[in-house]
Every structure is written in C-alpha cells, then in structure tokens.
C-alpha cells in the first residue's frame, strides 16, 4: 500500500458542523487521526443551513453540475480547512436548507430523503472529479452514503480520477437502511439491471445500505462483537445473508475517542477539570450539576447519569418500567438528558416534578449538559437492546462515571465486568432485556457503590485508565483500506 494514501470521506454528519448521534463524533474525529498518521483526507459534507453560519467558509467552486437519472442538478460547494483536514460542502438550497438533518418538526423523515442524500453522494464523486482529486480510498458512511461504492463501480470504472479508488463503507447503525418506494430508483442513476434482490430491490422497494454492501469493497461495522451479532437474523433487520456472503471482507472495528473533547483533565465546558490522580474536581462536578438539574444536595448519593436519543433501540421503555420502583426503594439520583420519542419525552420530562429532588431530566439537545452529566455523575446506564458501538459509555470510563450496560455490541467490547470477589472490572453488565435485569443490575451498582467502597474506587481508577484513543482504530482502519484496496485489485482482474 502507499505510504501516503488519499481518503475522501463521505458523510451526512461530522462535528462540529452537523450532528445526530455517534457518526458525527466518528467522522469528526477520524480523519484528524489519519491525518496525524500522514494522510491526506478529505471530507464532504452536505452544506445544511439550520445550524447557522460556519466559521471561515469560503466559496469554492459555484456551479458545479451533477447528473442524477437524466437529469442534471445545480449546486455550489464552500470549503474550508481544520487540523489539516480540508472539509467541502456541498450547497442546495432544494436539498439541505431544511429544519433539521433528517426530518420536520414534528420527526417525521422528509420524503425526498433517498432523493436529497442519492443527489448528495453522487456530487461529493463529482467534486473529486472536478478538483482532480483522486483518492486511493472512498470512505462512506451508513445508508446516506452508501451509493458511493456502487456509482463508482458502475459509472467511474474507466474514470481517469476515481478508477482507482478502492471503497469503505461503515455501518454505524443496521436499524437505518434507507429504504424507499421504488419510484425513486430512476432519479439515483443506477440502472435498472441493476434492481435485483442481490443487490438494491428489498420486498419491490431500493435499498441503499444493501446495495452499497454488495458494491463495497470492504464493509466494517463500529465493533467486533456488533459484527458479530449482524451475521444473525436477530440482529441484521433482513441483511444477515448479505453480510455472511462478504466473508471476511465484513468486520468491526471499534470507535474511539477524541480525547481533545471528552477528557475531564482539559474539559472546558465542565464546572471543575479531574483525572485520575486529583479527583477533588469530580466532586464539584457533582455539586454543580446536583444544583442545575435541582437535584437534593447530596454528595453521598450516587447519581445514575442517562444521555440518549429517545428511541426504542435503546432500552429506555426497560428503565421507564423500573426507574420508580428504583427510586422508591434504592437511596440514589437520577440525571436524564436525552430527546426523540415523543411518548419517552412525555414520561421522563415529567418524571422531575413527581419526584423533586431524586430525578432531574432535560428534554432536548444539549451538548454541555451532556459533558456535565458525564463530569458528575457516578454512574451511566445504558440499557440497550442493540448497541452497534455507542460511545457515551466510553466517554464515561474517562470520567470516572462507571457504565451499567446490557453486553450487546460495543458496549460488551468496552466495558469490563465487576467481579465481586477481586473487585476489578470498569462497570456492571447484564444480558436479558429486560426490565427486571435493569432493576437488579442497578442494585448491584448501587449497593456497591455504598457497600464496597473500595472496590467502586479502585474501579473508578481502573475506568479512568482506559485508552480507547482513535490512534488505534485509526490504525485498524488504515488495515481495512489496505485489504479494500486488494479486493479492489481483485475485482478488476
Ligand atoms: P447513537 O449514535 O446511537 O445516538 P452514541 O453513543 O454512539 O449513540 O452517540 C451519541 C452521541 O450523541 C454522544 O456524543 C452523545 O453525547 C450525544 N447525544 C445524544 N443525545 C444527546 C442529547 N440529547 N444532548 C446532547 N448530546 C446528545
Ligand atoms: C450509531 C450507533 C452507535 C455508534 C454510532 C457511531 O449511531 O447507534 O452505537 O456508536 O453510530 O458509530
């Protein structure tokens, strides 16, 4: 493999300029690292405009034109540069200047999604066309992007910019396929022999995520264990065969952490910086957040700290089953911040004025809330069904804030079972998904917590020791393009 590659990263998210959920952290976060490891990388962004003006934008290229089907779309493209990592975005005014990312006000998907992010895909290959950019590897992301792999296999082949390119797609989450009515198909400009059930027609509708597995030339998903579980029918939402027909050209690799960001030791937005060898400061955390989210001021009593799109993958409706009883019966706060299902809204924003003091909760999107939360709590629960990485848990091993996860797909590979008789281990796990499970798994923290201080110590020690830096899956990355690049090779024969 050459020692420097060119990578185009595709992606509908990226911090700090768009974000959902864990695929903004990752593409925010990865190209910084390959960088670092002296690569160049490019990143293309859609360029939406409800998050306001983003600093030092500069017109690039206007217009530049993109065939979608047979027709010809219009767009412009504004760039600009950080930490060496030159970023584009693609401008539509038709396609990005909406509400939100992905949906209205009310959450309900726009109906020209499969339209806006087929559009998207195809004019982020068409920049690298027009700025002469040839990349050795198109990385994509999830189903907004997943058309890459597949147009350059069927339109770029003999292209003299992107024939060479070997492509990635990484599955962040198999919930999310992109499926939509067939009437779509022709605008996305994939030829109809193509719609087969091998590849993009799913029951009569497309399927972009399982067009792009069959297109690329390497797919990986966030974490061994995920990888795993998406080889089985519980698991893969219909695409098991597909995945177990890729072989060994399907694997996890786990996320990590931008540390810059998610480290108590040079936190900005929490009250009081910590780390593993002067914990005075988690205490003030604790105190402050006690205070905003009108907690009782209590610093014996250990807080369970909850951050999450509100959402049936996640467990939550397991927890809204126990999280009274817990209350009722166990000496300990809650801390709640999280937003989505309008039902799960409903019940955990109200959960504060029944129970003053013991559960504090914050319905929306709120990133310093979420550092604080992270800062000065004790623990973090996770209860989901599926967890394809997730990376809050992660985050909270740094802070000292011990997981209590179901051990399903990342959080299995993350996080390290307490073992009572050693008292070693980074947090509690359970298997069942259920809400009994979660009950009891939160005595078991909580009873820890006041009854085996020294093993919650030397776990919170042992937590904060933890190294998930992106170095690493950088590295492991750096390993899946080199075997994409191979099987890139190989297809051409
Ligand atoms: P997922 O991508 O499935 O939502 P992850 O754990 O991978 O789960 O990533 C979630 C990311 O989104 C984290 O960075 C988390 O802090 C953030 N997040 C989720 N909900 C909120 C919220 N309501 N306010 C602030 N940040 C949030
Ligand atoms: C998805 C998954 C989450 C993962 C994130 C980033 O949103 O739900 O588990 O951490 O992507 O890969």
Redesign the pocket.
Known sequence: MKSKLKIAMISSECVPFA???????VVGALPKALQALGHKVIVILPGYTHNGHVNNLRPFLSPMGVWMGDIEEWCAVQTTERDGVTFYFIQSDKYFDRYALYHDADFNDYQDNPRRFGFFTRAALQLCRDIGFAPDIVHAHDWQTALAPAYLKIWHWDDPVLNEAASVLTI??IAYQGVYNAAHYGYLGLQWSNFTPDKFEDHGQVNFLKGGIYYADLVNTVSPTYAQETRTSAFAHGLAPYLNKKGDDYIGII?GVDYDHWDPSVDNLIPARFSRRSLAGKAACKRELQRRLLLDDEPDVPIIGI???LVH??GLDLLAQVIEPIVHNMHVQFAI???GDKGLEWYYGGLPARYPGEIGSFI????E??HWIEAGCDFFL?PSLF???????I?SLRYGTLPIVRATGGLEDTVQQYDEATGTGTGFKFWEPSAHAVYHTVGWAVSTYYDRRHHLKEMVRSAMGQNFSWKRSAQRYLEAYSQATVNKILTLG
């Open positions: 974000k959902s959920g864990g695929l903004a952290d962040h989450n996320n951050i999450s799109r993958q996640k911040l999280g937003s929306g999107y709120n990133n809330l979420a996770m967890e394809p990485c997730g990376l809050n848990q985050y």
